[in-house]
């Protein structure tokens, strides 16, 4: 794509899973690897954008010469992408954010003792959708992990979280998706749709970047 394609503007991209603390040694996850949003990163600095990175915990390096923020968990995630409003023209949300956490982490270490325990869990704020529902809302693109009938969750996502874009994977797949190298993609918007066959993560942000890029210019124009 063009180099100067995102040329003088900010992309806010979160990217890998969130972890939400049961006790100080444990918590819940996904197999989110930031492969996915850390790509996406590269594409869009290469195209110019002036990049930050809000990443889960991962093992994957940053990226260069992009801004990286790291956080633990949802709610983390939340604070620091609201920070980033003032400065945010284009919001794309690839990390995995735990929808439920733990009602209360325990201090201590929980002991072994009784056959059976119960975790009780609390709805996480939706970060994408609060950023899409703020006042300084930048053009927003979510993600749709879906096992199963992904065109329709797809679509009622992006309605019912106001966004602009959404790119669906479908992850019942196991060599695309979470953690693989590869993914194969339909991203929805209002007007159209555009299906991509599987290809690596980095092709693929190229992309996305350019459809997204292409998506903005538009509404920029109106
Ligand atoms: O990290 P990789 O191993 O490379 O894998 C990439 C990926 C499969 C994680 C990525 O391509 C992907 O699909 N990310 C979104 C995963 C997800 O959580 O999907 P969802 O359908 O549950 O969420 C929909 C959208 O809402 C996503 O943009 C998500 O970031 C956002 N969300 C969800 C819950 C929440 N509490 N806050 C959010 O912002």
Redesign the pocket.
């Known amino acids: 794509f063009e180099t100067g394609l995102l040329a003088g503007l900010n992309v806010v991209i ?4 969130t972890r939400e603390a049961i006790d100080p040694v444990r918590y819940i996850s996904n ?7 850390y790509a996406i990163a590269a594409a869009a600095r290469d195209a110019g954008a002036r990049v930050t990175l809000i990443s889960g915990p ?1 093992v994957i390096p940053a990226p260069e010469r992009v801004h990286c923020l790291r956080v633990e968990s ?1 709610r983390d ?1 939340l604070d620091s992408a609201l920070a980033q409003l003032g400065q945010c023209d284009i919001f794309i ?7 439920y956490r733990p009602m209360t982490a325990a201090n201590q270490k929980i002991k072994k003792s009784a056959d059976s325990m119960e975790l009780t869990l609390v709805k ?6 609060t950023v899409a529902a703020h006042e300084q809302r930048p053009f927003t693109v ?5 096992t199963q009938d992904v065109d329709i ?1 797809a679509r009622d ?1 992006l309605v019912r ?1 106001n966004l602009d874009m ?2 669906a ?1 479908d ?1 019942s797949m196991s060599d695309i ?4 190298d590869q ?1 194969a ?1 339909t991203v929805f918007w209002a007007e159209n749709q555009q299906s991509f066959a599987q290809m690596s ?1 980095q092709a693929l942000a190229r992309e996305l970047v350019e459809l997204i890029a292409h998506q903005y210019q538009q509404t920029q124009e109106q």
């Not at 979160?14 to 899973?17: I, L, S």
């Not at 949300?93 to 929808?99: K, L, P, R």
């Not at 979510?142 to 879906?146: L, N």
């Open positions: 979160t990217a890998g899973p197999h989110s690897s930031g492969k996915m949003g991962v949802a995630m949300a690839a990390a995995a954010v735990a929808d996480n704020p939706d970060v994408v959708a979510g993600f749709a992990a879906e969750y996502k979280k959404i790119v994977n992850v998706g979470f953690n693989s993914n993609v993560k």
